[in-house]
């Protein structure tokens, strides 16, 4: 299956406003059905790392939320995105220190990220299950227990290779 929202993000023309909605919409989802609040800080928030398909970090977000609230500070910013990723609302792209938004909150789901090293865009892969198959079948041949994975690849969109 491809990731059709995910390309789409990199084409010209996409409707980014509609992206955001939809995930807004996803989060109040799962929030009301989790029975977890989704405070008018998270919320901005994950419509601030939502704002591009480039990955954000603390700073970033920080820097963006003191434009509208002059008090904020690290720990606020640190706290929401504690929340987000205990919600399965972002990921940590770890080799960036920063945040993306994810596509599939309602799914449970491995991470795996291809990673533009120009423009930084970053594209969640959604069938990642043939990956994480044959990565825990080589960690049976050790007898290795998995209990987590993020992928991130690294290379260069089309966009930037145009």
Known sequence: MKNTKQID???PGHNHKAC??????????LCTSSGVRLTHI????????WSS????????????L?????NAEPPTVYRALDFLLENHL???????????GCNH???????????CSHCQQVIELE???????????????????????TIEITGVCSTCQR
Do not use: C, W
């Not at 955001?20 to 989802?29: F, G, S």
């Not at 398909?53 to 963006?64: E, G, I, S, W």
């Not at 972002?90 to 993306?100: D, G, T, Y």
């Not at 909150?105 to 990673?115: A, K, R």
């Open 105 to 115: 909150p309602l799914e449970e789901h491995t991470s795996q990220f291809m990673i």
């Open 42 to 49: 998270r919320k901005r928030v994950l419509e601030l790392v």
């Open 90 to 100: 972002v990921h940590r792209i770890e080799s960036l220190n920063a945040f993306i």
């Open 20 to 29: 955001i909605q939809r995930a807004m919409k996803m989060a109040d989802m």
């Open 53 to 64: 398909h480039q990955p954000a970090t603390a700073y970033d977000l920080l820097k963006r």
């Open 66 to 70: 003191r434009k509208e609230k002059d």
């Open 127 to 149: 069938d990642s299950q043939p990956i994480s198959r044959a990565i825990a079948s080589e960690a049976s041949k050790f007898n290795f227990n998995i209990s987590g994975q």
């Open 9 to 11: 993000a990199l084409r």
